[in-house]
């Protein structure tokens, strides 16, 4: 049985990690971080050029029509040089929700401009509970006419602040549980919606709260049957941890491949520090961390890709040992690097709060081993 990338696959990876060398250097990543929008609309356009927005959207809506692996590869690699932007906003959270849920009419709308780079979009899902369950969705949507009045607050919605279009959850007043949860459509400069950026540790993703105000939606807005989104956000989730793992993967290896080359050149006591049997076994244990990780993340992706009975379950397994393991790496890589791992002017402490923040993000690693032990008991 072969269980590597097929041929296409690693010219995608070499293509895409050439290009992110020259185009993402260390010094955008951190321009952006200081930038209120947080991404370089020219980077974003030229990505559009090479048809990653469109990669896993339909042909017939202008996109390449490729898997869900093939997806898994590019996000690896943006992972390894910290991608500020709304990549995953766009394409895996409400590009997959359009669809996936979404009517004829809603993917000739917003599918095109998604694979062609003309539309920056978002999840607001999250809210002031903190709950990635169905009982954490309280935000309502009440019948209005031929539509809905949408009010409550959405916090931690990534790129919320520069996205033009927000896919959001609210439930139906008095429901409970998974039923009476829809998806909304829902255009950013509609009256009572307000945006705020929010100030967190991880700036090459910024995060906004999301307040809804008598937000008025007419019935085009309706994302998938009403009252029924419930599965199709779990679906979202699913496919989001593993787009989450494949960019934690790619961070924890570039971890490795920092602490490994600094070990060779930094000196102590007249030798390579990497000579010495303690860091020796520190990388050791990053390495078997990353690749176990690796293993777990492309197992998922195959199972979601293939949309096999045990998806749910790989994907929580793969987000609850990659939570750990990127967090495990960096922080080890920072030791290895040691004081001047802590400075601002080393790369380190950058992907160690990337790490922090994709730990929580979709779950951490507590919230999603009682996932997988939901689905083995």
Same mark, same amino acid.
């Given at each position: 049985m072969d269980f590597g990338f097929s041929e296409d696959q690693e010219m995608l990876r070499q293509s895409a990690r050439d290009f992110l060398a020259k185009e993402c250097p260390m010094t955008l990543v951190r321009k952006m971080m200081e930038d209120e929008s947080g991404h370089s609309p020219e980077l974003w356009k030229k990505m559009a050029g090479l048809g990653w927005q469109g990669l896993i959207l339909p042909e017939e809506h202008g996109g390449a029509g490729l898997t869900f692996v093939d997806l898994i590869v590019v996000l690896e690699e943006m992972g390894r040089v910290v991608l500020p932007g709304p990549f995953l906003s766009t394409v895996v959270f409400a590009g997959l929700a359009i669809a996936e849920s979404g009517s004829a009419d809603q993917k000739k709308k917003w599918l095109p401009r998604i694979a062609s780079g003309d539309l920056v979009a978002t999840l607001a899902l999250i809210e002031p509970s903190g709950r990635w369950d169905a009982d954490g969705i309280a935000a309502t949507a009440t019948p209005d006419g031929d539509g809905w009045k949408l009010e409550g607050t959405k916090l931690f919605v990534p790129d919320g602040h520069v996205a033009e279009l927000l896919v959001v959850a609210a439930r139906k007043p008095g429901s409970k549980g998974n039923d009476g949860v829809s998806l909304f459509l829902v255009d950013a400069k509609t009256p009572g919606l307000r945006v705020s950026p929010l100030k967190t540790m991880d700036q090459t993703r910024k995060l906004s709260e999301v307040v809804l105000s008598g937000v008025k939606v007419g019935r085009e807005a309706l994302l998938g049957a009403e009252g029924g989104a419930w599965?199709?956000?779990?679906?979202? #989730?699913?496919?989001?941890?593993? !787009?989450?793992? #494949?960019?934690?993967?790619?961070? !924890?290896q570039r971890v490795l491949d920092m602490s490994v080359e600094y070990a060779k050149v930094r000196e102590q006591f007249g030798k390579p520090i990497g000579s010495f049997q303690a860091i020796q076994h520190k990388c050791a244990n990053m390495m078997v961390q990353v690749e176990s990780a690796k293993s777990a993340t492309y197992y998922a992706a195959w199972a979601v890709a293939n949309d096999v009975p045990e998806a749910p379950l790989a994907a929580a397994m793969a987000k609850a040992?990659?939570?750990?393991?990127?967090?495990?790496v960096a922080g080890e890589g920072i030791q290895i690097h040691g004081g001047i791992g802590f400075t601002w002017e080393h790369d380190m402490h950058i992907f160690f709060k990337r790490?922090?923040?994709?730990?929580?993000?979709?779950?951490?690693?507590?919230?999603?081993?009682e996932i997988v032990a939901q689905h083995i008991l």
């Open positions: 599965k199709a956000i779990q679906r979202i #989730a699913d496919r989001g941890k593993v !787009a989450l793992c #494949a960019e934690m993967c790619g961070g !924890a040992y990659c939570s750990d393991a990127y967090r495990f790490a922090k923040s994709s730990e929580v993000t979709f779950g951490d690693a507590t919230l999603n081993r």
